[in-house]
């Protein structure tokens, strides 16, 4: 796997596991969706800025799946890549050293999707 690829793929590995745990608890998975759906949507805050924010929790929490998620959709709400250093930067801020390690990984993540979305040729379904 290249690293151009390498945050689709952490998402593409979770889809199979999310689906067989929401086979199992359907209503717990339906309210996390519609909570989503409710703290994403653009309000007073636009839903790229709401995204980074989410993307910036990833790398506190060293998450990389919900760095890759929110990565992927603050790059489809149309946050530049100077947005999304500087949201990784107040991580580094609050949270210090790890975040530099998580941090570097979602800008990383970001750019992926950022210019995947950016590349017709990619083949990308953004």
Do not use: W
């Amino acid at each position: 796997m290249t690293e151009h690829t390498h945050y689709q793929q952490v998402l593409d590995d979770l889809n199979p596991q999310h689906r067989a745990l929401r086979k199992m608890i359907p209503d717990v998975y339906r309210g996390f969706a519609e909570m989503s759906n409710g703290a994403l949507t653009s309000g007073a805050l636009d839903k790229k800025f709401k995204e980074l924010i989410a993307m910036a929790i990833g790398v506190v929490a060293g998450c990389d799946g919900c760095i890759a998620s929110h990565a992927q959709g603050a790059a489809r709400a149309g946050a530049s890549k100077e947005e999304a250093a500087e949201a990784i930067g107040v991580s580094i801020l609050m949270h210090g050293g790890p975040a530099t390690i998580y941090g570097a990984r979602a800008y990383s993540a970001f750019c992926e999707f950022a210019d995947s979305a950016a590349d017709p040729a990619s083949g990308s379904t953004q």
